[in-house]
């Protein structure tokens, strides 16, 4: 079988051309060499962020190895390269953690937002066991073009605020919780099933697609759009 | 094989002296002949209420032949004999019914309760897309001994509830909406996963058990009790 | 109990106002009466579109009979009234429908959004299997600001859609296809774990919320926005 | 990202006074040093306990650090602050703890529901396979305002009590037995499907849920009412 | 193709000899034609008892057109020809039906266990929700040589009675309940989890197949056998 | 929305000039007139065979409407037409049908192989409680280049038959069984579990599928190859 | 709380002479301590054997220590003591493993038969892809009185073995194989839907349940019985 | 029990002779020791291919001490031995990885095929996120008599090869993915559903079933075959 780097990857270097979004590189289940011949392959396109998602420790200390100046969000398991996100442009992302233990998957997703070019603003600890505490931030959901709830257990947070704002409402599931929780099922069906139209669902723990799903619907309009 | 009564059914007419409520009729699976001759049998024992449940139109003719002065509340698919609850006695039950659909569920539980001795309220289409709609309702709430939520969908109601007051929660989830609410699960695991603690879950569309279970919490305290 | 329409449900008439889109009467679980007395009580109310989903055909005939000029889509189960969409503004929503099975629900998706006020096109039998019907349609897929796409089976297309364009992709999985289809939860998984980002995946067969989400990602920005 | 408590947490301090309970402290999820710098700002809060639970020996240490006199119940992984319970009121509330293994579910319950002021006894290892075992104690069962059973594999003991006392039972599953027990659906199941009504079921392993609904259900009655 | 019963059906007419119980006739999927086919094959074969489960009426009908003097079961689904069932051997199988509902399937394994040459005795409506009924069968209990358990919502049934004798438990569960009963999973779990040991789990529903299992274990021992 | 075929389909007749094998309609979740349509879109096509699957008989009267000779398999609910299949080429096609009631879904396999091109037989009713009854045919097992098995309940067949011969074999797992058989989810894992590797899985129920991947790898080999 | 023994467990010392079996000690979920304490307890009444299940090394030193003659089988995670089973009685029980990776529950399966007195053979490694495997052991299958069939992955060989003898057999599951086989589902699906009547199941890798339920059925007859 | 090899394996060593492929051997679940003794027993048999499947470190070890020139390929868990394939017969076989995760199946596959005597082929990191990386190997894939298609996440890979090429697809969901890819259910479920026929599937991460299964295909043809 052929070595090196085609021997076990075939970088899509135009997905940013073609998408507008660059491709990320999702780090389970590849090893860290394999991992770190990637992040050498990209040293040379400092052009495009770069996203290493779900990132072990040993994975982040390859990358670092092979580009030093990375960024690296430890909570998240993330890292991009190069270090500073672009200007941001279009409109406002809010992301909402639910609880504490939410807050890796909420952070992935407001780190990803901000490398894809988003104004992106976090606000934790907002379950609706105290509904004072989602209320408290109308102000701000109301200025959001999409808002990201991350939430496990029940799930309720992504339907009470599709119901109080215009704006989408990306919903996150996470597998926090535990017996019927059934690592992240209970808040995944609820929120497909939420009671107030507007949410988008994408999969359990995945910070990262909820970011890059936000960047795009807050994405800046063409000149002369509507 | 024997025939009559004792072929097919043993009834527990113990059970109101040792338990303090009456044995129910679960008609699903019966055949009308069944049910009206177990109709037939409790005509000589007015003293004590029995509920026919999960009562199809066949089964509630069956059961009217025989006690013709039953109580029908064809909604719940429910009889009740003799037909006039008992004076009501402990404390007030609260019923919700997030949405319309979710009301033979809800009117399940309230009649049950009210048969069992209990005053109940139900209050309609409260579901959290509309928070203004609960929270229009907070006084009746906070008087209640225990409140019973019936909601399909995302569940999301008993969390937001549960939160809400200090009385407990009986959650009833329905098999309202369609695909992935896969007949009731989203909301089942949505209540046991609430993330507001003080819910009680009881079995999809078992409106007769939610009415039950409040009838027993807010079920009078013995004299010189706290 | 109470009579009339306070009886079974309670119309969240501000949700227009509040949150810029009307709430829907969703009419599975409701009787045809209670449907009737809700159409009753809207035609005061033509200021805002009220859409009836899920309309079985005597929900439909009890609609008709109060709004008779309703516009009724018969494959989709839909009702709108008024009936003339409003005039287009924001994005373009494109919608494809897999294949003519997942034809009902793609079209509930498209009503919706022109009667939430987009322009919306819809394309059918755009299949995986013949990869050449997919890129067909690049240039119109190009131009939308939002891409619904509808399948059942394996629900492939919403992956190869979202490789292929910038703009956010809402994937609605339909119960079409049978034995490990498991009424839908094959596509549903399968887009949930959409190996291309920019996937955000509602409930099964939910045309309505699918439509609705588009509209609202593609919504006019307000003057001065970018 | 904002740094300290505000970072990652919002405690609802109110909730005692909202609600008549406080909240509590779910470590799961998150890092010892969150934990430590929530422990630290109850401190000059000592007029509501505050349960932390789910505390790993790591979380427990952070905390114990913090608040060097909390009480902490190493088998049910529960920390307690201030140490003391308050004065019991309100009814008695019985634990049963099928088998051996359900005991760290069963003390957690417990614990529970004394530190939220009840008086709490706990009874061990009275599964069905040998009925004289809960026989026996049908005295004090019948004493006890509400009754938790904790138990996994068949958690048949939540009906067979049922059967026998007239006030509610709190049903937790646990996670107790093997193969197709499937870390506790197969008593959770059960436990919903009760043949005997009056079963309020509460999340898998959820002891501190179970004993919060108990502490509820058994609380003392306001003056004047019955 | 080829046409008449080879081209449907090989019938293992030798079974009996091979293995001392005959082939039964599951009618569940066959067409009535199919079914009056190999009933008039069988005619000529009445030395070997012949059972036709899960015979809908037209299949009845047609078998009955075949063999006027079959005996039918309509409460089970069950027909039997020759129509008398052999003098019984071997020891006693008691069938214990926890509720009415669970009538079907607990008749279907009674007539089986008898057709097989077994003596058996059936006794319905003994749930745990009232322990007094089983418990007053207790001497009937302690003379079986296996006991048939049909039981549907939590199971708990096979679990108590397995506890309380020395014999073998044929669990069936039975698809009554519903909601989270999903179709019969629930006791089907409960039943796999029993936590008195000596419970033999069969298909949900299926008398038949408790049937004949009771029947293998009660047979008699060959002479000079232990 | 426009009227007419290409409202609703998009046929893609080049398929069976790209991949060898034309594209079959799937009639489930078509309106006949749907169907109607495009077998008279078909009429001018002779050169290449169509299969129409699950075809109700509304669906096979609409299409006999249009093509009046097509050849109907009442029992496969399958049409084909033109209606005598191709010349048979390549290797043998056997498929074996465990028991009768899978006989529909082994039909629509044999069929498909047939009009594909192959050589197909049929055998019915080979169940492993009878293992003779499959040894029985080893000769012809043999002699095949593909073996495909039609099985419910325990799907045993598939491995067994796998054990025996060098060929591979296609298994398509039934719905027939009830209780714990699910809908076929019994037979499809127990396939996919096959303790003798060379077993290939098709969707439950899937007879077509089957018959065309058995096509597929019995094709005849081009000139030259081994 | 309470201090020793009676705080954590009940032993059901009389179950050997009320069910003619003793109790075993499932050690899974107990601490090291706790079984120590119990075994402890045992030294006292060595008139009875006792089993100690699924006991890790650290259980398995903590038994030794107060047992230290017990019968230690390493491979089932087993103890036993007194160490020597009883003379066997009744009929012969024979034991066979699908595969190696079966043998774990297979020797649970085989000891647990001797200790409760009956004669045991085990068989390992015959699944079906062989079928002369099991065929060669014919004549030891149809010389026992009950047959265990352990087996992973499709669990083919209970349906297998069920069709070739007269005696019932045991089918225990285990959690062998990987992906679909979803830790011992798909072999408990399948032996639930074994095609051969006769088949009792038992839960997943419940080697211990299985040679119970064997033992019983497999009893001596009492003087005089058939 | 016995001692020695015949104590817990049985090797099948006619079944390269009956079957045309030799038995390989299931690391998982037996110890090192049994392993080495399996291969010092083969050792005097080099007259088939031996593979070890899922082999830990701990197992490879023990192999290689036996069969110290055994081919190890420790990314696919997998030896062989004698170590050098076969030369190839046959047609050939393409085996595709989505993505560089699934590249251990990908590669088990690969060896299988080769050292059960076909040619192969491995192109890595072809999802279809990026269709142009998939269509730039059409030549390759329509040279080849069978294509495998190893995919975790959506599973889409296979549906858009076999909607390319004549040749049937052999594929193997893999656990790569999180959150509701429920450890490859989720590719599990597309693949059965396939838009496209001709999609054969094993089960989850069975590189060598799959491969296995894709030598069969590739057979060469006995001479005058067609």
Same sequence: chains 1, 2, 3, 4, 5, 6, 7, 8.
Wanted: aromatic share 4%; with cysteine; proline share 8%.
């Amino acid at each position: 079988m052929p070595d090196g780097l085609e021997s076990f990857a075939n970088l899509d270097l135009g997905r940013a051309a073609r998408r507008g979004y660059p491709e990320a590189v999702y780090c389970e289940g590849k090893t860290p060499e394999q991992v770190a011949a990637i992040a050498s392959a990209l040293r040379a396109r400092p052009d495009a962020v770069t996203l290493f998602t779900r990132a072990a420790p040993a994975h982040a200390k390859a990358i670092l190895n092979e580009l030093p100046d990375a960024h690296h969000d430890t909570d998240a398991g993330l890292l991009a390269w190069p270090p500073v996100p672009p200007e941001p442009a279009g409109g406002l992302v809010v992301v909402l953690a639910a609880g504490t233990s939410d807050l890796p998957v909420a952070r992935e997703a407001t780190q990803t937002a901000r490398y894809l070019g988003r104004a992106a603003e976090l606000v934790v600890d907002v379950g609706v066991a105290g509904l004072h505490r989602v209320l408290g931030h109308l102000d701000l959901l109301r200025r959001a073009r999409v808002v990201v709830v991350a939430a496990g257990m029940d799930g309720a947070l992504a339907s009470v605020v599709a119901g109080l704002v215009a704006a989408p409402v990306v919903a996150v599931p996470t597998s926090v919780g535990y017996g019927a929780a059934f690592g992240g099922l209970a808040p995944l069906l609820a929120m497909l099933n939420a009671c107030a139209p507007g949410v988008a669902v994408v999969n359990i723990d995945n910070g990262y697609g909820a970011g890059h799903l936000a960047a795009q619907i807050a994405a800046p309009r063409p000149a002369g759009d509507t």
